[in-house]
């Protein structure tokens, strides 16, 4: 569960701020998005495949 502790004169746009930063960096949303849809096991290879591909490449492209 995620929650903020909001301090005293502390406006609320700015707690809304924060918590949605610590929201998006939990990782909740990703979790979410992951599990509404059944991706077969070879879909799931492939694009593992081309991440580490883009990966190398970048990896690459800044050491140069």
Known sequence: M???NIQENESIDRA???FKK???RS???KE???RTF???PSMKKRMERIKAAR???RA???SE
């Open 60 to 62: 690459e492209f800044f």
């Open 38 to 40: 059944f991706v077969k």
């Open 32 to 34: 979410y998005k992951k």
């Open 16 to 18: 809304l701020k924060r």
């Open 22 to 24: 610590k929201y998006e």
């Open 2 to 4: 995620i929650g903020i």
């Open 27 to 29: 990782g909740i949303l």
């Open 55 to 57: 990966r190398a490449h």
